[in-house]
């Protein structure tokens, strides 16, 4: 099945400046990667998403970039607010109908 | 429009006790999965429902059964509950692409 490894476990950065969390996936054929965010104690919310046939999206402040030759996928958030600290997840699929999750990477915004 | 919606929120067990958890979705959406979250390792999926009438297993299957019990109600029971099973659980439903995620529910078995 997919394995998707995602690095850092943990990120601390300054109000205003930048985050990046990468992830690598092991199955060439999934064509599918959400990034998800989760607030302590909350569910899992849908942050961005890209498909395979795309290299980079882009939503407001975040950013999610696809290289599908290295089979890595990388979240940037840019300009980082005390509201953006909680874990971030990324996924990939295979066929849509299945999820695998990396570990999570919790992010803590300084002030 | 609830979304996704779990029972119960907390639940205590004690090892060899059996339980079911409750999970309706009201987005018409045709798939469903469980997932267990456990520190440090992320979502790991339990069972999913492709479409009423179907169940396959996931990653982490063992000591777990699930029903479809129609389009919007899926559930998830353990039968003989262990110290290992521990853990968040959430239930998720597919629109298009987005998986929408219950508030979860958090089991302690001692």
């Known amino acids: 099945g997919e394995n998707v490894e995602q690095h850092p476990s943990t990120l601390s950065v300054q109000e205003g400046d930048s985050a990046v969390i990468k992830c690598t996936y092991s199955?060439?054929?999934?064509?599918?990667f959400p990034w998800y965010k989760q607030e302590l104690g909350k569910r899992p919310q849908l942050i961005i998403d890209?498909?395979?046939?795309?290299g980079e999206k882009k939503d407001q402040r975040i950013a999610v970039t696809l290289n599908k030759t290295a089979k890595h996928f990388s979240l940037h958030i840019t300009e980082t607010q005390p509201e953006d600290s909680a874990v971030y997840f990324c996924?990939?699929?295979?066929?849509?109908?299945?999820?695998?999750f990396g570990a999570g990477t919790t992010v803590t915004v300084r002030a | 429009n609830a979304g996704v919606t779990q029972t119960p929120k907390f639940q205590v067990l004690k090892t060899g006790q059996s339980m079911t958890l409750q999970c309706a979705q009201d987005?018409?959406?045709?798939?469903m999965y469980w997932y267990r979250q456990d520190p440090g390792m992320g979502l790991r999926l339990i069972y999913y429902?492709?479409?009423?009438?179907?169940?396959d297993k996931g990653e982490v299957p063992n000591g777990y059964n699930v029903s479809r019990l129609n389009k919007r109600e899926f559930s998830l029971r353990l039968e003989s509950a262990a110290p290992s099973q521990t853990s968040v659980y959430f239930c998720?439903?597919?629109?298009?692409?987005?998986?929408?995620f219950g508030p979860g529910t958090r089991l302690t078995v001692t």
């Open positions: 998720a439903s597919r629109g298009i692409y987005e998986q929408y």
């Open positions: 199955d060439s054929a999934s064509n599918y």
């Open positions: 890209i498909r395979s046939n795309v």
């Open positions: 996924a990939a699929s295979l066929n849509d109908y299945k999820l695998s």
């Open positions: 987005m018409n959406h045709n798939s």
């Open positions: 429902s492709a479409s009423e009438g179907t169940t």
